[in-house]
């Protein structure tokens, strides 16, 4: 992601041998994100990821990086940590914590239709289950607790209006997690932020013209919540319209269907849906609110525009929308 601490060439061959991978060919920043620095790294081995964590620490990290292990042993198509001979896969660079991962194949779908959506309901709904007996417990570190923390801070930026949509729907999400429908809710590890780039897809050799899913990546802010809050993340960034944040009606249920051919919601999922759609809204809002008002300097930093969900907000609130129950 973006670059907030420099790695030389000789660090990266540190850890490159430690970790078995052999010599270093190439390592090249990679530009998109603004959470942590990651890097192209390829080796004698093959390609992987060398990330540098700048928020998390060393505490945190083995949930995320364990859980990634957790995943792919059940055959999950997700990026394996590499360990070393002693089976440590967190490792320290400039006294920040470090890993390394194999690079997922493909590219990103940045404009999914309907098929892409489908594989991507489908291998949510299989991540979903597959970390049911994770044994690591850490909580959605972007949940309700930091909306409640950031909103505050951030008021003194806003504009009337834009306070009161923001102060009246952290309001109604509080009231929403107090419920007893809301504790109702299944919940397990999720990704919490499975955007259109943090999928992969590569041609489908099969089927002539389409391409198949090769991957979840970017676990950095999973944790345990509600599985429906994931849904709802991936509703509101695949099956919506980039320039009004409309839901598309097709993506949509086609994304639903294919997540409840694999676990069907509850009747409670589906009456909560709506409110999620906004909860989703909400944390992205309030996270590209923070890093644009009160941004990290980074030598490759550029904040998302906060306007796109507040737009995205504004359409769940006077749209609400039920995915349709399936047969």
Known sequence: MAVFTEITDAQAQALASRLNLGQ?????????????????????AGEFVLTVFERLSFEQLPFYLQLMKHLAAR??????PQADAAGQILFELQ????????????????????FHCEQVGAALARMHLAGQDFALHQPNLRGLAWWTETVPVLLPHLTQTQNELISGELLYQQQLAA?????????????????????????DHGLPGRER?????????????????????C???WCINLDDGRLDETR????????????PLSGTERRLLPAMLRAAALRFWVSRLWDFHLPREA???KPHDPSHFERVLRERIQRPWHAMAQA
Do not use: C
């Open 24 to 44: 270093v060919q190439s390592l090249r920043g990679i530009k998109a994100g603004i959470e942590n620095t990651n890097y192209f790294l390829t080796t004698d």
């Open 75 to 80: 055959g999950l198509a997700v990026p394996d």
């Open 95 to 114: 006294g920040k914590p470090a890993a390394v991962v194999n690079k997922l194949a493909g590219r990103h779908q940045l404009a999914p239709d309907m």
């Open 179 to 203: 419920s007893a429908s809301y504790a109702e809710l299944p919940r397990g590890p999720i990704h919490a932020d499975l955007f259109r780039d943090n999928v992969m897809f590569d041609l």
């Open 213 to 233: 899913l090769t991957g979840f990546f970017d676990f950095y802010f999973a944790g345990v919540d509600a599985w429906l809050f994931d849904v709802a993340v």
């Open 235 to 237: 509703l509101n960034d």
């Open 252 to 263: 949509a249920q086609a994304f639903v269907s294919a997540y409840e051919r694999v676990r």
């Open 299 to 301: 030598s490759l930093l």
